[in-house]
């Protein structure tokens, strides 16, 4: 809310007294409105009327200036007068925030009629320059080791804490369930039994140490922390209605790929985000690179440049920054120091970039395959602020030049980059035009060859017909094949003719200055118009001629429908005529003597703006406080449960100091120190003892520690995790040996993830397409999912109870085990094992060797079943033995055990 006074103000209590009433609290009531409702305009980023309402000292602590709000005296404080005035001198203004509502004002009234009482000790909001996001990342000493802890630097920084609100770490998980943690948190899938065994029987730190080395090294890998990746920068597969692109690009998965690749090679994070954001300009020839540039493609929206280019804006910032400057769209942002015209700074980076696809070799066909990238091309675009955000109001009157953000202190330097002729004329490609001739020599080959079946006479008119104008008719004692052989000859020849010449000429035109010359330029540009008309002429006869002949064919038909026969004749004829009509015109073409035709490809602007580029270089630059802070609290996240910082893409003021600070720059450092090796981040993570924690503890210390600390905030303890669906789902083919481990390669329609048993990551993932197990497990959705939030619905048990996928792998995996396990104990051992990788309790043990006394003797006594009537089809049909249909009962329910779908 701000107010307008005619000279400098404060407001004045007149109760110093810390008394507050029975329905009323400053910390509950009255500081979260100020904060909500005020602060915005009257906090540490804007004092407008230089007033602040971010703590209570700033309203209480001077005396002798005008007050607005009277402690005591509500019906005397301009304060309560503001809020509850009418719509013209309300405070907040319309359109600056919502009215306080009347349960806000009654309690704001009754605070103040209190003496507006507050905590003496009070902390205001920081000031952006304060704000220990905005500072600079520096590597603090790692705390000394306290008295019987770990001296891993990680556990150091927690086990201080912990010391000090006199919590007690639990001790180290069981090697089961320390191996299967590490298992899925690394590959997403689970250990088999004989990976178990041998770490049972050697849980050392060093062996446990070099089973994090073969995870961080296997290819799976990059696939399980790839669709971590993928859910932070919003992959998406294409959406559309048919085959019209609406929402992403065609052959996104491109980028997916690389996503993988680039893990598991453990390229350097600000190299991955260089590249994401500006491949095309640090590698335009190279198609590996340019897929990268998928993060800026997947943005594209069909219907409204500036919903693509709002997307583009927000989540880069998001995603690498944790700022929210989409907030700053409309007006300046009310917590963070974010002026409005900088989002719009910031959006003329993206101002110019636009999507291509380019082809691959080998594919001529860019629906069929191709690099979805992005490029600039309008570099002279100019950026406009969009007043109150509103795009049909834009101010033209003040272009507004790309910049970074202020408050981060980083130079932001834009250079032009010039880009090879390849890079921007891809058809100039040797690769691609080696294909492109080859295409039709082969068709001219093949032309040839039909032309060479018929004894043709080497009449003048042939011979033209091959090469240069023919004569207005063909021989007429040459049948229809026979000349229809002759025009089609004619028109492979000239079109390959043509091509060859297209290619000379764009390659003179492109050549360097030094080397151009402008004579031989001209010359080839003629030839080349010179075949191109030719070519289209011959093309053209081809047409007329094959439209003559479904003219001819329709006339003699033996259509009995007199309507439906002249139908086809009048439609035929139509198209004849059209064609013939289309002949004339490229043979008076012919006549021309100019220089046009047309270029092999498209060519693109020659130079790219560098803003990209700039803009990385200012996202990775070693003083920038945010970009590592922000990596490494995400890969926190994805291994604990919970992030250090809570809301992890909002960085901003309203973002407060994490518990753990010290802990976060520590690793920020380690990650950038370490050349923003991502892999040597999960390597410190997981070797600290305080990844390796149990989830258990004796009840005595459960207690004590909970009292304390019941949400684990000190990290005494491992969080029990429900596993992401994907996982889930590959887990189920996985313990059956049934998971196809193959990798890459083009999206699987979603609808297929019953059928093909390859992992989930390579599933199409789109808007209104994603497999049905996957959203029932609270899969990422492909609009925003910074952090997943697991749910614990009904359909989720569903879901494994009746997918086909379960079932049959439930009956492979019986029968398996049966082979080798078939008495009783030695089974449920086995089953529990191989699905929850860990022995059943003597309880269990109990049930199960019970459950399967029980369901094979029901299973035994067919007449008295009740036959299930479901539509689920699978693979596998069940046993024919009631003994091993109870086991793959058996197997079906531990797949719905919740330690099954859980890492402890």
Avoid at 152 to 161: G, Y
């Amino acid at each position: 809310m701000i107010f307008h006074l005619s000279k400098v103000f404060v407001i004045v209590t007149l109760l110093p007294s810390f008394t507050y009433g029975e329905d009323v609290d400053y910390l509950r009531d009255i500081k979260p409105m100020f904060v909500e409702k005020c602060v915005s305009c009257h906090g540490p980023v804007k004092q407008e009327a230089d007033l602040r309402l971010d703590a209570a000292k700033f309203i209480t602590r001077e005396e002798g200036l005008e007050p607005v709000a009277l402690g005591g005296h509500p019906e005397k404080s301009l304060l309560i007068e503001r809020v509850s005035a009418s719509i013209d001198e309300r405070m907040p203004p319309e359109g600056e925030g919502e009215a306080l509502t009347p349960k806000q004002v009654k309690l704001l009234r009754e605070w103040v009629r209190l003496g507006m009482p507050a905590p003496e000790d009070e902390e205001p909001l920081p000031t952006p320059d304060e704000h220990w996001a905005y500072q600079k990342i520096v590597r603090p000493n790692v705390p000394d080791t306290q008295d019987g802890t770990s001296t891993h630097s990680v556990d150091r920084f927690l086990a201080k804490q912990q010391s000090e609100q006199k919590l007690k770490a639990v001790d180290r998980a069981n090697a089961e369930t320390l191996l299967r943690r590490v298992y899925f948190d690394v590959i997403g899938l689970p250990p088999d039994i004989k990976q178990l065994e041998a770490f049972t029987e050697n849980p050392s730190q060093e062996a446990y140490e070099s089973v994090v080395s073969q995870l961080l090294d296997s290819p799976r890998y990059g696939e399980r922390w790839g669709r971590h990746w993928m859910d932070v920068w919003r992959y998406s597969d294409w959406n559309g209605y048919k085959q019209a692109v609406r929402g992403s690009q065609r052959h996104i998965w491109h980028w997916r790929d690389w996503i993988i690749e680039s893990l598991n090679e453990d390229k350097s994070y600000d190299r991955m985000i260089v590249e994401m954001l500006a491949g095309d300009e640090v590698a335009p020839l190279d198609p590996e690179t340019l897929r990268a540039t998928g993060f800026l493609a997947r943005n594209f929206h069909n219907s409204n440049r500036n919903i693509w280019l709002d997307a583009t804006v927000e989540h880069t910032a998001k995603a690498f920054l944790g700022m929210t400057i989409n907030c700053a769209r409309c007006h300046d942002h009310k917590f963070d120091p974010i002026a409005q015209q900088e989002y719009y700074t910031f959006r003329a980076i993206f101002e110019p970039h636009n999507v291509r696809t380019d082809r691959l070799p080998g594919q001529a066909n860019v629906t069929k395959d191709g690099i979805a990238r992005v490029f600039d091309k309008e570099p002279a675009v100019k950026t406009f602020l969009y007043r109150r955000g509103d795009e049909k109001h834009p101010d033209k009157e003040n272009p507004l030049a790309a910049d970074g953000i202020k408050i981060l202190g980083i130079p932001f330097e834009v250079q032009p980059v010039d880009l090879p002729v390849e890079g921007f004329f891809p058809a100039l490609s040797e690769k691609i035009e080696k294909e492109d001739i080859a295409r039709l020599e082969a068709a001219e080959k093949k032309a040839a060859a039909a032309f060479g079946k018929f004894d043709l006479p080497q009449t003048s008119d042939i011979t033209e017909s091959l090469t240069e104008p023919p004569s207005p008719a063909l021989p007429e004692k040459l049948s229809v094949e026979h000349q229809l052989a002759i025009v089609k000859y004619a028109a492979a020849k000239t079109n390959l003719s043509a091509l060859r010449a297209r290619y000379s000429a764009d390659r003179a035109k492109f050549l360097p200055a030094e080397k151009k010359d402008q004579a031989k330029l001209n010359q080839f540009m003629k030839t080349a118009a010179k075949a191109e008309r030719l070519a289209n002429w011959s093309a053209a006869r081809s047409t007329a001629f094959q439209k003559w002949q479904a003219f001819d064919s329709a006339k003699s038909s033996d259509e009995k429908n007199v309507g439906k026969k002249k139908a086809a004749i009048d439609k035929a004829q139509k198209e004849f005529v059209a064609a013939r009509t289309e002949t004339e015109k490229k043979r008076l073409e012919l006549s021309k003597t100019d220089a046009k035709y047309k270029s092999v490809g498209p060519v693109h602007p020659k130079q790219s703006t560098g803003r990209r580029l700039a803009l990385a270089n200012w996202i990775v630059h070693r003083d920038n406080p945010l970009t590592a802070r922000v990596a490494v609290n995400h890969i926190w996240l994805r291994h604990f449960g919970t992030p250090l910082v809570e809301n992890v893409f909002d960085f901003g003021m309203r973002s407060p100091q994490p518990l753990h600070h010290d802990l976060l720059n520590w690793l920020a450092s380690e990650l950038i120190e370490s050349g923003w090796s991502m892999k040597h981040i999960h390597r410190l993570i997981l070797t600290s003892q305080t990844y390796q924690q149990a989830s258990a503890a004796p009840v005595e210390l459960l207690a004590h520690n909970n009292s304390i600390d019941p949400d684990n905030h000190h990290y005494w303890r491992a969080n029990v995790q429900r596993l992401e669906s994907e996982s889930i789902r590959d887990s189920v083919l996985h313990v059956a040996n049934q998971l196809d481990m193959t990798m890459s390669g083009p999206d699987i329609d979603f609808s297929e993830g019953e059928n093909i048993l390859r992992r989930s990551v390579y599933f199409r993932h789109a808007y209104e397409k994603q497999m049905l197990m996957m959203t029932i497990f609270d899969a990422a959705s492909p609009n925003e999912c910074y952090r997943r939030s697991p749910s614990i619905i009904p359909q989720q048990a569903l879901a494994l109870s009746n997918s086909q996928l379960s079932i049959s792998a439930a009956r492979s995996l019986a029968a398996e085990i049966n082979v080798t396990h078939s008495e009783p104990q030695a089974f449920i051992n086995q089953s529990f094992l191989t699905l929850l990788n860990r022995k059943p309790s003597n309880d269990e043990l109990t049930a199960c060797q019970q459950f399967l006394l029980t369901q094979a003797e029901l299973l035994s006594k067919q007449n008295d079943l009740t036959k299930f009537e479901g539509n689920v089809k699978t693979e596998v049909e069940p046993a024919a033995d009631p003994t091993l249909r109870a086991c793959e009962n058996l197997i079906h329910v531990l797949m719905n055990h919740n330690d099954f779908t859980s890492i402890r």
